[in-house]
């Protein structure tokens, strides 16, 4: 075993692209794959190598790294890769797919020979480009040492959480905390504005307090100013607040506001904002 792994990374869009290029640059051999070639072929001159099927990309890797948007892209993109897997591979699974989806993923994951690690990561677009997310590290033990140097060089820091299955579940609760501020940022604006207050004046209320947060300015910013560019998609918080209502009804959890915060997500989504980022729920208020 050498100190750097041979890497297939599978899904190279808004995060994937910012981790290739994090690995890439960390000196890791690395093939990557995704559905459209045209957004995996500018990592070329970054040093992967592009391939132009998932089982081109996983043959003689000694990790594959999934980033692809639900549990059903990376079933697909598995079942594609079969041919070019071999056994004992790890399978560092990074994409957000709630609990019932990392069960889904280990089993297959068993069924095609590869050691299974969920570990999916907190940050969005800037913090990938930057080597800069958080890892939420869940599995087996003899597995870490292999997947060390990849996620040293696309996180700041990696927490180990036990059993696979364990990353999901804290991704699961920190993306429910991210969803419930942006939509309570988007309502306390749009209440600002229906009471005949400059919602600016909130921002500027807040700043520095105890009831800040970096988000807060941020988000409230880009939704003030119309700048919607996404580093968190709205399609991805749509979905991500669904896994979170099924996890939570299947662990008889009591979350009444993140069903409202769901509808309200789901809501921007159908009105066609899908591609935006996810503070575009404010255009729906």
Known sequence: MTDQPTVALLGTGTMGAGMARRIAAAGIPLRVWNRTREKAEPLADAGATVADSPAEAVRGADVVLTMLFDTGSVVSALEAARDGLAEGTVLLQQSTVGVEG???????????????????????????????????????????????????????????????????????????????????????????????VDPRQFLEVVRGGAMDAPYVQLKGASMLEGDFTPSFGLDGAAKDASLILDAARGAGADVEFVEVVQRHFARAHEAGHGDLDLSATYLTH
Request: glycine content about 12%.
């Open 102 to 196: 990392t069960d889904r993923l280990r089993a297959l994951a068993d069924d095609l020979g590869l050691v299974y690690v969920d570990a999916p990561v907190l940050g969005t677009k800037q913090p990938a480009e930057d080597g800069a997310l958080v890892v939420l590290g869940s599995g087996p033990e003899q597995a870490r040492e292999r997947v060390a140097p990849v996620l040293d060089a696309i996180g700041s820091r990696t927490l180990w959480l036990g059993e696979a299955g364990q990353g999901t579940r804290l991704k699961l609760v920190a993306n429910s905390w991210v969803l419930t501020v942006v939509e309570g940022i988007a309502e306390a604006l749009a209440l600002a504005s229906a009471l005949g």
